[in-house]
């Protein structure tokens, strides 16, 4: 549903975000990088896109090293 949203507006960055979580629980940490970097495009001020994103490149950092 937040794909769809995403691609209906594509300036939308709460349906960014909301997608990245998403993306998140299932472990696609590609996607959610990906998604929740738009999101943090949009609206650079917001701390909680940002720190989302930190998040997420560090849970891939992680699994990357586990998986090695």
């Known amino acids: 549903r937040f794909e769809r949203a995403v691609l209906l507006d594509a ?25 929740v970097s738009r999101a943090v495009e949009l609206e650079p001020s917001n701390k909680e896109y940002s720190g989302l994103l930190s ?8 699994t990357t090293a586990k998986e090695e």
């Open 11 to 35: 300036e939308n960055a709460t349906a960014h975000y909301c997608a990245a979580t998403i993306y998140l629980k299932q472990r696609d940490f590609r996607k959610a990088a990906f998604t």
């Open 55 to 62: 998040y997420i490149q560090q849970q891939a950092r992680s």
